[in-house]
């Protein structure tokens, strides 16, 4: 049966809206699995997932639908209709899935204390081969949220020097299993490093709003918080806001070197 442009267009056009309505609930709940599980605030800023992650939400939202509408005829038989209707579903279900394993290999798994900053490493680039090495409490990545660990000092010069040459090649403590330490062991570190909040904001006049807004979420006045810069392969431009006790309590983005 033939049928005119116009009405083949009517037909394809209430598919595509249903299709569309579809993605974008389905969109929403993996926004709530990456944002609300695997990059909870901060971590999604910190490694900069929120524009890639967008960026793959709006190509299968917008592609699927759109295929639809091209596809969509009333001149094909119902059988016709859902099989093209089942591979674009089905191309649309790979590409999102694809897309969301990429994301999750890349999550932040590790909050560590080096030195004078704390440093998040993702899952993909943690040598997971030492892992065997770590302290038994350290020696599997989360599926979600981070394991918060110390990292010794070298052990002898050869070490350290080692130790530079692959922190050079962007491979830090944070990254090597063999150098981690439980958190408790970092508190004294911590503690001796960190250092004023108002020293901060003193020496940042211009990111004054955003540190002010940063601590009014933390509760604490001014006097109980410090502060280290909190950097990861992506940005050295933030810093976690620490209570008396050097508990984490809040994070800015702010430059705190």
């Known amino acids: ?45 910190i490694l900069g997932v929120g524009s890639i992650f967008f960026l793959l939400l709006a190509v299968d939202v917008v592609c699927g639908p759109l ?8 001149s094909k038989s119902p059988r016709e209709r859902w099989l ?10 790979a590409a999102l899935l694809y897309g969301l394993h990429s994301l999750w290999a890349a999550r932040p798994v590790v909050l560590a204390f080096e030195v004078d900053r704390l440093v998040i490493a993702s899952a993909n680039e943690v040598q997971t081969e030492a892992l065997s090495q770590a ?19 070298a052990k002898d010069s050869n070490e350290f020097f080692e130790s530079m ?5 962007g491979i830090s403590p944070a990254m090597r299993p063999h150098w981690w330490l439980p958190w408790d062991s970092a508190q004294a570190g911590i503690q001796e490093r960190a250092k004023p909040v108002a020293e901060l ?4 006049p211009q990111a004054a709003s955003v540190l002010q807004a940063a601590m009014a979420e933390t509760g604490l006045p001014v006097q109980q918080l410090r502060y280290l810069p909190l950097t990861s392969s992506k940005t050295k ?17 702010v430059d705190g070197f």
């Open 1 to 45: 049966m033939h049928f005119s442009p116009a009405t083949r267009l009517r037909f394809a056009f209430g598919y595509a809206l249903r299709h569309l309505l579809i993605s974008v609930c389905v969109a929403l709940v993996a926004a709530l699995f990456v944002f609300g599980l695997l990059y909870p605030p901060p971590f999604s800023s």
């Open 67 to 74: 295929l639809t509408l091209v596809l969509a005829s009333p």
């Open 84 to 93: 093209d209707f089942s591979l674009v579903g089905l191309v649309q279900v």
């Open 135 to 153: 302290p038994a409490e350290l020696r599997s990545l989360p599926w979600w949220g981070v394991l918060q660990v110390g990292t010794r000092k």
């Open 165 to 169: 040459n692959l922190g050079l090649g």
């Open 201 to 204: 904001l003193a020496r940042r």
């Open 237 to 253: 431009d933030w810093v976690a806001l620490l209570n008396t006790e050097g508990r984490i309590v809040g994070y800015a983005p």
